[in-house]
Protein backbone atom coordinates (compact mmCIF):
# COMPACT_ATOMS: atom_id res chain seq x y z
CA UNK A 1 0.00 0.00 0.00
CA UNK A 2 0.98 3.60 -0.64
CA UNK A 3 2.28 5.93 2.45
CA UNK A 4 0.96 9.49 2.01
CA UNK A 5 4.06 10.93 3.82
CA UNK A 6 5.11 13.97 1.17
CA UNK A 7 8.94 13.24 1.18
CA UNK A 8 11.32 12.89 -1.43
CA UNK A 9 11.16 9.28 -2.00
CA UNK A 10 7.31 8.81 -1.76
CA UNK A 11 7.08 11.89 -4.26
CA UNK A 12 9.28 9.80 -6.79
CA UNK A 13 7.16 6.82 -6.36
CA UNK A 14 4.01 8.72 -6.54
CA UNK A 15 5.54 10.47 -10.06
CA UNK A 16 6.60 6.95 -11.25
CA UNK A 17 3.31 4.89 -10.29
CA UNK A 18 1.69 6.68 -13.66
CA UNK A 19 3.89 5.27 -16.15
CA UNK A 20 4.60 2.21 -14.46
CA UNK A 21 0.67 1.70 -14.61
CA UNK A 22 0.62 2.71 -18.23
CA UNK A 23 3.37 0.11 -19.03
CA UNK A 24 1.25 -2.67 -17.29
CA UNK A 25 -1.65 -1.89 -19.68
CA UNK A 26 0.64 -1.67 -22.67
CA UNK A 27 1.78 -5.04 -22.17
CA UNK A 28 -1.61 -6.62 -21.30
CA UNK A 29 -2.85 -5.44 -24.31
CA UNK A 30 -0.23 -6.89 -26.27
CA UNK A 31 -0.60 -9.87 -24.27
CA UNK A 32 -4.19 -10.10 -25.51
CA UNK A 33 -3.88 -8.86 -28.93
CA UNK A 34 -0.95 -12.62 -29.07
CA UNK A 35 -3.76 -14.76 -27.58
CA UNK A 36 -6.35 -13.65 -29.65
CA UNK A 37 -3.57 -13.66 -32.81
CA UNK A 38 -2.79 -17.64 -31.34
CA UNK A 39 -6.40 -18.35 -30.89
CA UNK A 40 -7.27 -17.57 -34.34
CA UNK A 41 -4.43 -19.27 -36.10
CA UNK A 42 -5.29 -22.12 -34.24
CA UNK A 43 -8.70 -22.37 -35.51
CA UNK A 44 -7.57 -21.38 -38.72
CA UNK A 45 -4.53 -24.27 -39.31
CA UNK A 46 -6.64 -27.18 -37.44
CA UNK A 47 -7.34 -29.25 -40.00
CA UNK A 48 -11.01 -30.76 -41.19
CA UNK A 49 -11.34 -33.97 -40.16
CA UNK A 50 -13.71 -36.48 -41.99
CA UNK A 51 -16.52 -38.33 -40.05
CA UNK A 52 -15.14 -40.98 -38.58
CA UNK A 53 -15.37 -44.73 -40.30
CA UNK A 54 -18.10 -47.02 -40.49
CA UNK A 55 -16.95 -50.33 -40.89
CA UNK A 56 -18.50 -53.36 -42.00
CA UNK A 57 -17.54 -56.15 -40.39
CA UNK A 58 -17.71 -59.17 -42.74
CA UNK A 59 -17.56 -62.99 -42.40
CA UNK A 60 -17.06 -65.75 -45.02
CA UNK A 61 -15.99 -69.32 -45.35
CA UNK A 62 -14.12 -68.77 -48.35
CA UNK A 63 -10.18 -68.35 -47.58
CA UNK A 64 -7.87 -65.61 -47.99
CA UNK A 65 -6.69 -65.87 -51.69
CA UNK A 66 -9.71 -67.47 -53.26
CA UNK A 67 -12.03 -65.99 -56.10
CA UNK A 68 -14.52 -64.91 -53.62
CA UNK A 69 -12.29 -62.77 -51.36
CA UNK A 70 -10.30 -61.50 -54.14
CA UNK A 71 -13.83 -60.15 -55.38
CA UNK A 72 -14.95 -58.85 -51.91
CA UNK A 73 -11.40 -57.06 -52.12
CA UNK A 74 -12.12 -55.34 -55.03
CA UNK A 75 -15.92 -54.01 -54.11
CA UNK A 76 -14.27 -52.86 -50.60
CA UNK A 77 -11.86 -50.63 -52.26
CA UNK A 78 -14.47 -49.15 -54.75
CA UNK A 79 -16.72 -48.99 -52.01
CA UNK A 80 -14.09 -46.91 -50.04
CA UNK A 81 -13.53 -44.46 -53.11
CA UNK A 82 -17.44 -44.28 -53.64
CA UNK A 83 -17.35 -42.63 -50.27
CA UNK A 84 -14.38 -40.78 -49.83
CA UNK A 85 -13.20 -43.22 -47.49
CA UNK A 86 -15.82 -43.27 -45.02
CA UNK A 87 -17.03 -46.58 -45.66
CA UNK A 88 -14.84 -49.58 -44.96
CA UNK A 89 -15.36 -53.17 -44.93
CA UNK A 90 -13.33 -55.30 -42.31
CA UNK A 91 -13.06 -59.49 -43.30
CA UNK A 92 -13.00 -62.26 -41.44
CA UNK A 93 -12.23 -64.75 -44.32
CA UNK A 94 -11.99 -68.56 -43.76
CA UNK A 95 -14.63 -69.59 -41.31
CA UNK A 96 -12.44 -67.91 -38.61
CA UNK A 97 -16.03 -66.17 -37.13
CA UNK A 98 -17.11 -69.92 -37.13
CA UNK A 99 -20.20 -71.75 -39.12
CA UNK A 100 -23.20 -69.69 -40.61
CA UNK A 101 -24.89 -70.85 -37.40
CA UNK A 102 -22.38 -69.03 -35.34
CA UNK A 103 -22.19 -66.26 -37.86
CA UNK A 104 -25.60 -65.37 -38.14
CA UNK A 105 -26.12 -65.10 -34.04
CA UNK A 106 -22.70 -62.60 -34.12
CA UNK A 107 -24.66 -60.43 -36.76
CA UNK A 108 -27.88 -60.27 -34.40
CA UNK A 109 -25.85 -58.98 -31.71
CA UNK A 110 -24.14 -56.82 -33.58
CA UNK A 111 -20.42 -58.64 -33.68
CA UNK A 112 -21.13 -58.68 -37.13
CA UNK A 113 -22.14 -56.45 -39.82
CA UNK A 114 -22.70 -58.78 -43.48
CA UNK A 115 -21.68 -61.94 -44.95
CA UNK A 116 -21.25 -64.31 -47.76
CA UNK A 117 -23.92 -67.52 -46.79
CA UNK A 118 -24.83 -70.77 -48.20
CA UNK A 119 -28.24 -72.09 -48.50
CA UNK A 120 -28.31 -73.57 -45.25
CA UNK A 121 -27.44 -70.23 -43.81
CA UNK A 122 -29.78 -68.31 -45.56
CA UNK A 123 -32.62 -70.86 -44.69
CA UNK A 124 -32.06 -70.15 -41.19
CA UNK A 125 -33.02 -66.78 -41.64
CA UNK A 126 -36.06 -67.06 -43.82
CA UNK A 127 -36.62 -70.87 -44.42
CA UNK A 128 -38.52 -70.36 -47.52
CA UNK A 129 -35.61 -69.04 -49.23
CA UNK A 130 -34.45 -72.60 -49.59
CA UNK A 131 -37.56 -73.40 -52.60
CA UNK A 132 -34.22 -71.91 -54.88
CA UNK A 133 -32.18 -75.18 -53.50
CA UNK A 134 -35.06 -77.95 -54.28
CA UNK A 135 -32.74 -80.63 -55.89
CA UNK A 136 -33.32 -82.02 -59.37
CA UNK A 137 -34.69 -78.79 -60.59
CA UNK A 138 -33.03 -76.73 -62.58
CA UNK A 139 -30.92 -77.92 -65.97
CA UNK A 140 -28.76 -75.42 -66.42
CA UNK A 141 -27.23 -72.25 -65.39
CA UNK A 142 -29.28 -69.92 -67.43
CA UNK A 143 -32.23 -71.26 -65.98
CA UNK A 144 -31.17 -70.31 -62.98
CA UNK A 145 -29.96 -66.76 -63.54
CA UNK A 146 -33.53 -66.34 -64.90
CA UNK A 147 -35.14 -67.41 -62.02
CA UNK A 148 -33.10 -65.72 -59.50
CA UNK A 149 -33.28 -62.28 -61.53
CA UNK A 150 -37.36 -62.82 -61.32
CA UNK A 151 -37.53 -63.60 -57.42
CA UNK A 152 -34.42 -61.10 -55.94
CA UNK A 153 -37.37 -58.30 -55.41
CA UNK A 154 -39.53 -60.81 -53.74
CA UNK A 155 -36.74 -61.78 -51.41
CA UNK A 156 -35.31 -58.85 -50.59
CA UNK A 157 -38.66 -57.68 -49.46
CA UNK A 158 -38.52 -60.81 -47.37
CA UNK A 159 -35.35 -60.93 -45.92
CA UNK A 160 -36.09 -56.97 -44.97
CA UNK A 161 -38.59 -58.01 -42.42
CA UNK A 162 -36.33 -60.13 -40.96
CA UNK A 163 -33.37 -57.13 -40.40
CA UNK A 164 -31.26 -58.01 -43.73
CA UNK A 165 -30.47 -56.30 -47.05
CA UNK A 166 -29.94 -58.67 -49.75
CA UNK A 167 -26.75 -57.42 -51.56
CA UNK A 168 -26.69 -59.48 -54.43
CA UNK A 169 -27.04 -63.85 -55.37
CA UNK A 170 -23.94 -65.83 -55.31
CA UNK A 171 -24.83 -69.36 -56.04
CA UNK A 172 -22.56 -71.91 -54.78
CA UNK A 173 -22.90 -73.91 -57.66
CA UNK A 174 -24.17 -77.49 -59.00
CA UNK A 175 -23.69 -80.04 -56.47
CA UNK A 176 -22.26 -83.38 -56.56
CA UNK A 177 -22.19 -86.15 -54.71
CA UNK A 178 -18.70 -87.36 -53.73
CA UNK A 179 -18.32 -90.96 -52.32
CA UNK A 180 -15.66 -94.01 -52.21
CA UNK A 181 -17.69 -95.80 -54.43
CA UNK A 182 -19.04 -94.59 -57.83
CA UNK A 183 -23.17 -94.22 -57.54
CA UNK A 184 -24.52 -95.79 -60.72
CA UNK A 185 -28.42 -95.14 -59.44
CA UNK A 186 -30.56 -94.70 -56.35
CA UNK A 187 -29.94 -97.83 -54.58
CA UNK A 188 -26.06 -97.48 -54.40
CA UNK A 189 -26.82 -94.78 -51.86
CA UNK A 190 -28.60 -96.90 -49.38
CA UNK A 191 -25.71 -97.97 -48.37
CA UNK A 192 -23.34 -95.32 -48.10
CA UNK A 193 -22.47 -93.37 -44.81
CA UNK A 194 -23.38 -90.36 -46.33
CA UNK A 195 -23.50 -86.44 -44.61
CA UNK A 196 -25.75 -84.16 -43.78
CA UNK A 197 -25.20 -80.72 -43.04
CA UNK A 198 -26.65 -80.82 -39.41
CA UNK A 199 -30.06 -78.94 -38.85
CA UNK A 200 -30.81 -79.05 -43.24
CA UNK A 201 -34.47 -79.99 -43.28
CA UNK A 202 -34.20 -79.99 -47.74
CA UNK A 203 -31.52 -82.13 -47.17
CA UNK A 204 -32.98 -84.50 -44.88
CA UNK A 205 -36.19 -84.67 -46.73
CA UNK A 206 -34.32 -85.73 -50.13
CA UNK A 207 -32.34 -88.63 -47.82
CA UNK A 208 -35.58 -89.88 -46.86
CA UNK A 209 -36.72 -89.81 -50.24
CA UNK A 210 -33.40 -91.25 -51.53
CA UNK A 211 -33.30 -94.38 -49.04
CA UNK A 212 -30.16 -92.84 -47.40
CA UNK A 213 -29.97 -92.91 -43.27
CA UNK A 214 -27.60 -89.54 -42.80
CA UNK A 215 -25.37 -88.45 -40.19
CA UNK A 216 -25.83 -85.05 -39.21
CA UNK A 217 -22.91 -82.99 -38.24
CA UNK A 218 -21.28 -79.60 -39.00
CA UNK A 219 -19.39 -78.96 -42.20
CA UNK A 220 -16.15 -78.45 -39.44
CA UNK A 221 -16.24 -82.28 -38.34
CA UNK A 222 -16.50 -83.51 -42.14
CA UNK A 223 -12.96 -83.95 -42.95
CA UNK A 224 -11.84 -85.83 -39.87
CA UNK A 225 -15.27 -88.51 -40.23
CA UNK A 226 -13.68 -88.83 -43.71
CA UNK A 227 -10.23 -89.22 -42.37
CA UNK A 228 -11.62 -91.89 -39.90
CA UNK A 229 -14.23 -93.93 -42.11
CA UNK A 230 -17.17 -92.44 -40.05
CA UNK A 231 -18.32 -91.40 -43.75
CA UNK A 232 -17.63 -91.86 -46.88
CA UNK A 233 -20.00 -90.13 -48.89
CA UNK A 234 -20.94 -86.39 -48.73
CA UNK A 235 -22.35 -83.42 -51.21
CA UNK A 236 -20.93 -81.10 -52.12
CA UNK A 237 -19.73 -78.31 -55.23
CA UNK A 238 -16.32 -79.05 -56.52
CA UNK A 239 -14.52 -76.02 -55.63
CA UNK A 240 -16.49 -76.74 -52.05
CA UNK A 241 -14.82 -80.25 -52.25
CA UNK A 242 -11.40 -78.76 -53.26
CA UNK A 243 -11.08 -76.51 -50.86
CA UNK A 244 -12.14 -78.41 -47.66
CA UNK A 245 -10.12 -81.23 -48.94
CA UNK A 246 -12.85 -83.40 -48.77
CA UNK A 247 -12.00 -84.91 -52.55
CA UNK A 248 -8.64 -85.83 -50.87
CA UNK A 249 -10.71 -89.06 -49.07
CA UNK A 250 -12.73 -89.81 -51.68
CA UNK A 251 -12.31 -91.70 -54.94
CA UNK A 252 -15.24 -90.88 -57.49
CA UNK A 253 -17.64 -87.30 -58.02
CA UNK A 254 -20.74 -88.53 -59.67
CA UNK A 255 -21.13 -86.43 -62.86
CA UNK A 256 -25.27 -86.60 -61.71
CA UNK A 257 -25.78 -83.28 -59.94
CA UNK A 258 -27.81 -83.16 -56.91
CA UNK A 259 -29.09 -79.80 -57.20
CA UNK A 260 -27.45 -76.13 -57.30
CA UNK A 261 -26.69 -74.71 -53.80
CA UNK A 262 -28.04 -71.34 -53.46
CA UNK A 263 -26.37 -68.59 -52.02
CA UNK A 264 -26.28 -64.77 -51.28
CA UNK A 265 -24.16 -61.54 -49.25
CA UNK A 266 -26.85 -60.05 -46.49
CA UNK A 267 -25.97 -57.37 -44.19
CA UNK A 268 -27.60 -56.45 -41.38
CA UNK A 269 -30.41 -53.16 -41.25
CA UNK A 270 -28.82 -51.90 -38.32
CA UNK A 271 -25.83 -51.55 -39.97
CA UNK A 272 -26.77 -50.79 -43.14
CA UNK A 273 -29.09 -47.97 -41.96
CA UNK A 274 -26.00 -45.74 -40.21
CA UNK A 275 -24.54 -45.19 -43.57
CA UNK A 276 -25.78 -41.98 -45.57
CA UNK A 277 -28.49 -42.48 -48.18
CA UNK A 278 -25.65 -41.90 -50.73
CA UNK A 279 -23.34 -44.18 -48.72
CA UNK A 280 -26.14 -46.93 -49.33
CA UNK A 281 -26.62 -46.48 -52.62
CA UNK A 282 -23.00 -47.03 -53.34
CA UNK A 283 -23.02 -49.82 -50.96
CA UNK A 284 -26.05 -51.53 -53.00
CA UNK A 285 -24.52 -50.28 -56.58
CA UNK A 286 -20.98 -51.71 -56.07
CA UNK A 287 -21.99 -55.02 -53.80
CA UNK A 288 -24.53 -55.72 -57.28
CA UNK A 289 -21.95 -55.23 -60.12
CA UNK A 290 -19.21 -56.99 -57.79
CA UNK A 291 -21.08 -60.11 -57.24
CA UNK A 292 -22.63 -60.65 -60.19
CA UNK A 293 -19.32 -60.56 -61.13
CA UNK A 294 -18.17 -63.21 -58.96
CA UNK A 295 -21.21 -65.78 -59.93
CA UNK A 296 -19.36 -65.87 -63.60
CA UNK A 297 -16.08 -66.67 -61.80
CA UNK A 298 -17.29 -69.06 -59.27
CA UNK A 299 -18.81 -70.80 -62.59
CA UNK A 300 -15.41 -71.02 -63.82
CA UNK A 301 -13.65 -71.74 -60.74
CA UNK A 302 -16.21 -75.03 -60.32
CA UNK A 303 -15.29 -76.20 -63.94
CA UNK A 304 -11.26 -75.52 -63.10
CA UNK A 305 -11.85 -77.32 -59.87
CA UNK A 306 -12.94 -80.38 -61.17
CA UNK A 307 -10.05 -80.61 -64.19
CA UNK A 308 -7.79 -80.09 -61.05
CA UNK A 309 -9.45 -83.03 -58.71
CA UNK A 310 -9.59 -85.50 -61.91
CA UNK A 311 -5.65 -84.89 -61.91
CA UNK A 312 -5.08 -85.69 -58.38
CA UNK A 313 -6.89 -89.32 -58.78
CA UNK A 314 -10.32 -88.69 -58.47
CA UNK A 315 -12.44 -90.01 -61.20
CA UNK A 316 -15.85 -89.28 -62.32
CA UNK A 317 -18.67 -91.70 -62.46
CA UNK A 318 -20.41 -91.35 -65.23
CA UNK A 319 -24.21 -90.25 -65.93
CA UNK A 320 -26.79 -92.89 -65.04
CA UNK A 321 -28.58 -94.13 -67.71
CA UNK A 322 -31.76 -92.04 -68.36
CA UNK A 323 -34.72 -94.24 -66.85
CA UNK A 324 -32.13 -93.89 -63.74
CA UNK A 325 -31.81 -89.88 -63.73
CA UNK A 326 -35.48 -90.08 -64.23
CA UNK A 327 -35.57 -91.85 -60.71
CA UNK A 328 -33.93 -89.33 -59.06
CA UNK A 329 -36.04 -86.21 -60.88
CA UNK A 330 -39.13 -88.19 -59.27
CA UNK A 331 -37.41 -88.15 -55.90
CA UNK A 332 -37.02 -84.04 -56.45
CA UNK A 333 -40.87 -84.15 -57.48
CA UNK A 334 -41.59 -85.82 -54.08
CA UNK A 335 -39.14 -83.73 -52.17
CA UNK A 336 -41.55 -80.69 -53.74
CA UNK A 337 -43.99 -81.76 -52.58
CA UNK A 338 -43.18 -82.76 -49.20
CA UNK A 339 -41.81 -79.42 -47.73
CA UNK A 340 -44.48 -77.36 -50.07
CA UNK A 341 -46.61 -76.03 -46.36
CA UNK A 342 -43.72 -76.58 -44.50
CA UNK A 343 -40.71 -74.85 -45.56
CA UNK A 344 -42.18 -72.65 -48.31
CA UNK A 345 -45.53 -72.59 -49.07
CA UNK A 346 -47.39 -74.07 -52.15
CA UNK A 347 -47.83 -70.81 -53.69
CA UNK A 348 -44.27 -69.32 -53.40
CA UNK A 349 -42.93 -73.03 -55.23
CA UNK A 350 -45.64 -72.58 -58.18
CA UNK A 351 -44.28 -68.62 -59.19
CA UNK A 352 -40.64 -70.89 -59.03
CA UNK A 353 -41.77 -73.35 -61.01
CA UNK A 354 -43.53 -70.80 -63.57
CA UNK A 355 -40.79 -68.86 -64.09
CA UNK A 356 -38.57 -72.05 -64.62
CA UNK A 357 -41.18 -73.17 -67.35
CA UNK A 358 -41.55 -69.59 -69.17
CA UNK A 359 -37.88 -69.82 -69.66
CA UNK A 360 -38.18 -73.27 -70.74
CA UNK A 361 -41.03 -72.63 -73.38
Known sequence: ????????????????????????????????????????????ATPVYAASKTYIKFSTLAPEGSSWMNRMNTLSAEVDKATNGEVAFKFYPGGVSGDEIDVIRKMRIGQLHAAGFTGVGLGQILPEVRVLDLPFLFRDDKEIEHVYDSMTEYFAGQFEKEGYVLLGWVPVGWIH?????????????HDK??????????????YKHLGVTPFPMSITDVLLSLQTGML??????????????????????????????????????RQFKKLSESQQKAVRDISRKNLKKLVQQVQQ??????????KNGLKVAPMPSEAERQKFFDVGEKVRKGLAGNLFDQKLLDQVLTHLNEFRS
Open 1 to 44: MFCSDRNEDNTKRSTRRPARTRFLCIACGILASLLFALVMWTVQ
Open 177 to 189: FFSQKPIDNIEDL
Open 193 to 206: KAWMWEGDPLVQET
Open 232 to 269: DTVYASPVGALALQWFTKVRYMSELRMGNATGAVLMTT
Open 301 to 310: DNDRAIEVIK
